[in-house]
């Protein structure tokens, strides 16, 4: 066992820890590092090592950590109203106001905001929406939803089925029925290398068109997306992408749930990833963003063509029957409010904007003629570097040598916290919206450092 002190024997003696080999852990064949404080883009942990979280815990510190404004929030709402339900028209001043700024800064088309507690209540929640709405409207049969490999979109079991990652669905018994995948809009592993980004776009529009037909559209209620592919790789859509997408969608009349638990509330460098690549969805999910992770909160932002349907539905039915017991829990509310302004006080969507393009463009500047480098990509703050074996033919390394893993390794060995993204060897950097330009210096250079230690 790597430590032997009393709070490590109780971690691994009574805590389920989430994404963990569970039997590694147990036998303490692997380190249990407990993290005690942290400030802006910093962390440190209880023997006082700091590292640099270049991954915004998991792309959620927006603001970074120890934000005073926000910890007062939550204290002050605590003392006044630490809980009330949200059923049956109830509702808190913190719930109400923050739902107004969240509309403020979406999409005009939207109406509502359903609150529960993360990205994957969230979607579980759309999924549900989605098929009252057309049972409302006398459509029984169109259910399916459509997802894409490589997408992420929670882990529960409706969640973990549109999610597209392997590791999610083995010996889960997933995905569900009524979930179906379509290729990922992954430029960088495409099959004929020939293709423009244009074209590749056309090439999955076309693919989607042959899967809506072939299932039946009067079968296919939605499909769910992310602006930009997340947990998947940090994957920016090829051009053309999204327009050839809403197109089809619109032709079959399929509604557009993005999933912008990721993108929303500044991570690329606009208030939306909406707004990033002019998409016009009919539900939006958010969460992360939305508190900066400093209270669990997620949204179901609903557009007023959905919301219409909802209200009838109700006026046929009665009271809809769904809600969390959390929704718009007022704490949480309460950090959001917090949260937003200061995005807007220290004009984080800007700097995203900003400092991401320079971390993107410092990491090409420094890696890209390694000769396992095979691409470095991302937009706003997002970034990644997909690693290969022989880069003129996109030759992936072989898998058991675990590559992605073992820089990720060297780099917080280096202070630096970058993440191994599952199904490749990608190192992918989410850092806080308030990141600097010497805090990007030093990721660059403690990366370039990981990735020697490992490839040479």
């Excluded at 739902?99 to 088309?109: H, Q």
């Excluded at 390794?409 to 993204?421: D, H, P, Y």
């Excluded at 950097?429 to 403690?446: H, M, Q």
Aim: proline content about 4%.
């Amino acid at each position: 066992m790597l430590t032997n002190d009393q709070l490590s024997l109780w971690d691994r003696e009574n805590f389920f820890h989430p994404s963990t080999h569970l039997a590694q852990h147990a036998r303490g064949e692997s380190h249990n590092r407990i993290i005690k404080t942290a400030s802006g883009c910093y962390i440190e942990d209880r023997d006082g090592n700091h590292f640099l979280d270049a991954f915004a815990g998991l792309y959620c510190v927006n603001v970074g950590y120890g934000r005073q404004e926000i910890t007062d929030a939550i204290s002050d709402q605590a003392k006044e109203l630490a809980y009330y339900h949200a059923y049956v028209g109830h509702g808190s001043q913190a719930s109400i106001t923050l739902a107004k700024m969240i509309l403020e800064r979406a999409p005009k088309n939207m109406s509502k905001v359903y609150f529960g507690l993360g990205g994957s209540d969230a979607n579980e929640t759309n999924i549900k929406l989605v098929w009252y709405y057309n049972n409302i409207l006398q459509r029984p049969q169109k259910k399916k939803i459509i997802s894409r490999w490589r997408g992420y979109h929670g882990s529960g079991l409706m969640t973990g089925s549109l999610t597209g990652l392997d590791l999610f669905h083995k010996k889960f018994d997933l995905p569900l029925s009524q979930v179906i995948h379509t290729d990922a809009p992954y430029y960088f592993q495409r099959e004929d290398a020939s293709l423009s980004e244009e074209k590749f776009s056309l090439y999955l529009a076309n693919k989607l068109e042959s899967l809506i037909l072939k299932e039946g559209a009067d079968n296919i209620a939605a499909f769910i997306g992310e602006p930009i592919l997340g947990t998947g790789g940090l994957v920016p859509p090829p051009k053309g992408y999204w327009r050839a997408i809403q197109k089809i969608l619109k032709r079959y009349d399929i509604i557009l749930i993005l999933d912008e638990v990721v993108t929303g509330f500044g991570r690329l460098g606009k208030m939306f990833g909406s707004f990033y690549y002019d998409i016009k969805p009919d539900i939006i999910t958010i969460a992360k963003g939305l508190t900066s992770a400093y209270a669990p909160l997620s949204g179901s932002i609903i557009s007023n063509d959905i919301w219409k349907i909802l209200e009838k539905g109700t006026d046929d039915l009665g009271p809809i029957g769904h809600g969390w017991t959390y929704s718009a829990h007022p704490v949480g509310a309460a950090a959001g409010i917090a949260n937003l302004n200061l995005i807007d006080k220290m004009k984080l969507v800007t700097n995203a904007d900003k400092i991401g393009a320079y971390l993107k463009n410092s990491m090409v500047d420094t890696l890209i003629d390694h000769p396992n480098v095979g691409e470095i990509r991302g937009d706003g703050m997002l970034c990644a570097i997909e690693f290969t074996g022989d880069k003129s033919d996109r030759i992936p390394l072989d898998p058991g040598l675990k590559t992605g893993a073992r820089i990720a390794a060297a780099l917080l060995n280096e202070g630096v916290i970058g993440r191994a993204m599952p199904q490749g060897d990608i190192l992918g950097f989410a850092p806080p919206l308030c990141l600097s330009k010497d805090e990007v210096e030093l990721i660059v250079g403690k990366t370039a450092n990981a990735i020697k230690s490992v490839l040479g």
